[in-house]
């Protein structure tokens, strides 16, 4: 089992820079993929981001790509999501999420755990 704890969120300016937390407990956390997705109002969840066990390999959506960086801290059980330029289209609920397999997957059906969410408001 593995708890997962968002923060960081809050309202920023269009052009503004935020900086999401992770906080990881349970099973061994250096193990594991973690994810960023978001969601908007609507059921879609959208992928953001996701990094390696190592942190060695990451991978974004294009439309990220560029502006946001998703790093790890394995030490602190923690991954970070840094969020610059951000646009009124950020707006939404971020969740990380985590699978039990070293493998980058952008699907949120390969996820396992998932944190509570955190809300990023943009305003333009």
């Known amino acids: 089992q593995v708890q997962l704890v968002e923060s960081g969120g809050g309202l920023v300016q269009a052009g503004g820079s935020l900086r999401l937390s992770c906080a990881a407990s349970g099973r061994t956390f250096s193990m594991y993929v973690m994810g960023w997705f978001r969601q908007a109002p609507g059921p879609e969840r959208e992928f953001v981001a996701a990094?390696?066990?190592?942190?060695?390999?990451?991978y974004y959506a294009d439309s990220v790509k560029g502006r946001f960086t998703v790093s790890r801290d394995n030490a602190k059980n923690t991954v970070y999501l840094q969020m610059n330029s951000l646009k009124s289209e950020d707006t939404a609920v971020y969740y990380c999420?985590?699978?039990?397999?070293?493998?980058?997957?952008?699907?949120?059906?390969?996820?396992?755990?998932w944190g509570q969410g955190t809300q990023v408001t943009v305003s333009s």
């Open positions: 990094i390696t066990s190592s942190g060695g390999s990451t």
């Open positions: 999420a985590t699978r039990t397999v070293n493998v980058l997957s952008t699907s949120p059906q390969h996820y396992i755990y």
